[in-house]
């Protein structure tokens, strides 16, 4: 049985989708929707159509899983409920503060659709918060701390390009080596954002721009980098794709915890990912999970659901046999 999946949006992320899809045997890229023109799009898969998102509605039955492709700052909030009244659906919603209101207004509406919305999938949210999941169960008398980058963060880029006057932007995560080291040493100290990251901006701006603003908004921007220290530099369109054409990414998770009755030894937990490719790496779990969201909704399953609520198995191609005859 293949799955059979649509792409909402073909920007980096849904170029990276389309790729992890042509690595599963069992998927089948449908089509991808776009609100550009779709003459304006050629694909890397053979014979599959770019069509008008404005005929996603005629699709539904063609259709088992959505991956939506957009992003968090605007795309997303809107996206996401209104088409999980029509399909299952994937998003990749990464704003931390904000999921329980998105969760929310898109648990509302798959409840009524009948439909399953998986959201804030990806490598953080999504693995690393597995991560930060299993290893603060195991050892609930200890601490955790995240590190991401150094890296482009596609939610942080595309937020910047949001604003008025920007053309392109690139915004590298930089963690801050000394606090990396003082978690792993088990140490467990109280770290603000500012301690742990540095926010470094690359923005290309529109001829006649207010520069100052745009600096402005990008410092005071709540939620993205208002709490950290961040630089900002305008540069060239030229000198963005030559210096910083790549995605690249990655991260750790850490946890340090005590065991035993007189708290003697200190164990620790770390999950780290190293990424060539952001949306590459992403779009290849949201891929993993959309076979997932598709096993879920024949058993009947509906509502809204993140990585918490999804049995590993679920993940895999391979059947119960196999995963415990190799993987276990």
Avoid at 117 to 122: Q, T
Avoid at 170 to 199: C, F, M, N
Avoid at 250 to 272: F, K, N, P, Q
Wanted: glycine share 8%.
């Amino acid at each position: 049985m293949k799955t059979r999946i649509a792409i909402l949006g073909y920007g980096n992320l849904g170029r990276g989708t389309e790729a992890a899809i042509a690595k599963n045997s069992d998927q089948e890229l449908v089509c991808v929707f776009t609100r550009r023109d779709p003459a304006s799009i050629t694909l890397h898969t053979p014979g599959v159509p770019v069509l008008s998102v404005d005929v996603a509605p005629e699709m539904a039955d063609q259709i088992d899983v959505l991956l939506l492709c957009g992003g968090s700052a605007t795309d997303l909030p809107v996206q996401t409920p209104a088409y999980a009244s029509l399909f299952h659906v994937i998003d990749s919603f990464d704003t931390h503060a904000k999921i329980p209101a998105h969760f929310s207004a898109v648990d509302a509406a798959a409840k009524a659709s009948g439909k399953i919305a998986l959201i804030s999938c990806g490598w953080d949210p999504g693995l690393f918060s597995l991560a930060r999941l299993y290893a603060s169960c195991i050892l609930p008398d200890g601490k955790d701390e995240t590190f991401w980058g150094r890296g482009v963060s596609q939610g942080h880029s595309d937020a910047i390009r949001r604003i008025d006057g920007v053309l392109d932007a690139r915004q590298y995560t930089v963690p801050i080596e000394a606090a990396v080291a003082r978690v792993r040493s088990g140490e467990q100290p109280v770290l603000t954002p500012r301690d742990k990251h540095l926010r470094e901006c690359w923005v290309v701006a529109a001829p006649g721009a207010d520069k100052a603003r745009i600096e402005r908004e990008i410092k005071t921007m709540p939620y993205y980098f208002d709490e950290y220290d961040t630089t900002v530099n305008f540069i060239s369109a030229e000198e963005m794709a030559e210096k910083h054409s790549g995605m690249p990414h990655g991260g750790s998770v850490l946890r340090s915890g005590r065991t035993g009755w007189d708290d003697a030894h200190t164990e620790t937990i770390e999950y780290s990912l190293k990424l060539d490719s952001n949306p590459e790496f992403t779009g290849s779990v949201l891929a993993a999970y959309a076979r997932a969201v598709h096993r879920m909704g024949l058993e009947g399953m509906c509502g809204c659901k993140t990585v918490f609520d999804v049995a590993p198995a679920y993940l895999s191609p391979e059947s119960g046999d196999m995963l415990r005859a190799h993987l276990l």
